[in-house]
């Protein structure tokens, strides 16, 4: 199981910006991918989530209406549209796999529901 997040960098706040997780080694379309992020000296946060289907989608208080969470179950992709960004959302960000197919909203958040973890991408919010 591999999962390698890309396309992070420098954004300036209110801009725009796309994650990509891709994934290799199991049956991708069977799994929801959650992101994750953590900024330093904090710890691992919740992002998003979407489900095996892209039927359901979670997001974070914090990033509802700014982020869209979208697969690709063709390239075994799944994306991370980050608009208006704020410098708060500075961090290393993580793709994972959850642990099933159908995340509800108890659980999607919980990093110890994900079994496997890509190397993170770093998203800077700067002026």
């Known amino acids: 199981v591999q999962l390698q997040a890309s396309g992070g960098g420098l954004v300036q706040p209110g801009g725009s910006l796309r994650l990509s997780c891709a994934a290799s080694?199991?049956?991708?379309?069977?799994?929801?991918i959650g992101w994750f992020r953590q900024a330093p000296g904090k710890g691992r946060e919740g992002v998003s989530c979407i489900s095996s289907s892209g039927g359901r989608t979670f997001y974070s208080n914090s990033v509802k209406g700014r982020f869209t969470v979208s697969r690709d179950d063709a390239k075994d992709t799944v994306y991370l549209r980050m608009n208006s960004p704020k410098p708060e959302d500075t961090a290393v960000y993580y793709c994972a796999r959850f642990l099933g197919s159908h995340p509800i909203v108890s659980s999607w958040a919980n990093p110890f529901q994900y079994d496997s973890w890509g190397q993170g991408t770093l998203v800077t919010v700067s002026s």
């Open positions: 080694g199991f049956s991708f379309d069977n799994y929801a």
